[in-house]
């Protein structure tokens, strides 16, 4: 699961671990006549909760700009994860519901020069030459909300840049989400256990070439603490 769990979501005899961590930027298309425009000022809180919840409020945005927003139709966790990174729901989002995984949601973008979306790092950037796809622009997050990106705001140049600054920083602006293994308690198999040890212990290596950011070390620490009980029993 790559949402926040409730605790409905960890069902009697399951044990959620923690194994890495995702980041979501919003994106248009790159062929937007404004789209400079967009990168200059970027989005602010005001500006996300306007243009993809349809609050009123004091954004950083040209209130004449037009935005096609895109979410997925099923509640699947990386809406989940982005709306309630700002106190919404899924069923919340205001557009056009697109069938299909985040892929999906990523080309409907891509096919709309007013399109607006969210996306996970793995598909907005190339993961061989680390630069944005084709046709797709980031619009930048105004972290100190001073109505315009600041040289220390662009940090979007490659897959790279976002990943050292998301980990370096850990900003509780960026859309930081954890992706989690529910693991059966009733139904124990050393083997999994052991790899899920080997992806915190070893695997965080893998994570940047993919995509994602390292746990930090609270959460490894914890999980391991988990598994290792978890094997205790065995």
């Known amino acids: 699961m790559a949402h926040k769990l409730a605790a409905t979501d960890i069902k ?36 996300f909760k306007q243009v993809y919840f349809g609050e ?16 997925r139709k099923q509640n699947a966790c990386a809406s989940q994860s982005f709306s309630n990174h700002f106190g919404s729901e899924q069923k919340d989002i205001k557009g056009v519901p697109i069938v299909g995984d985040d892929k999906d949601l990523l080309n409907a973008v891509k096919q709309d020069v007013n399109g607006v979306s969210y996306n996970n790092l793995g598909f907005i950037y190339d993961l061989k030459t680390r630069k944005l796809i ?20 662009k940090i979007y140049g490659t897959l790279d840049n976002v990943l050292t600054y998301a980990e370096n920083t850990n900003s509780p602006k960026l859309l930081i989400e954890y992706i989690h293994v529910l693991y059966n308690q009733n139904n ?14 070893h695997g965080q290596q893998y994570n940047h070439e993919y995509g994602f950011i390292n746990l930090l070390n609270k959460s490894k620490k914890q999980s391991l603490e988990t598994l290792k009980k978890e094997l205790a029993k065995r």
Do not use: H
């Open 188 to 201: 124990p198999n050393k083997e999994v256990a052991n790899f899920l040890k080997w992806i915190l212990t």
């Open 56 to 71: 009123t409020s004091n954004s950083n945005i040209a209130s004449e700009a037009v935005f096609t927003v895109y979410k």
């Open 12 to 47: 009697e005899g399951k044990t959620a671990i923690t194994v890495s961590r995702y980041v979501q930027l919003p994106v248009v298309n790159s062929n937007r006549t404004d789209v400079a425009a967009l990168q200059e000022k970027g989005f602010n809180e005001a500006s």
């Open 134 to 153: 084709d046709s797709i622009a980031i619009v930048p997050i105004d972290f100190n909300e001073n109505g315009k990106i600041d040289s220390d705001e």
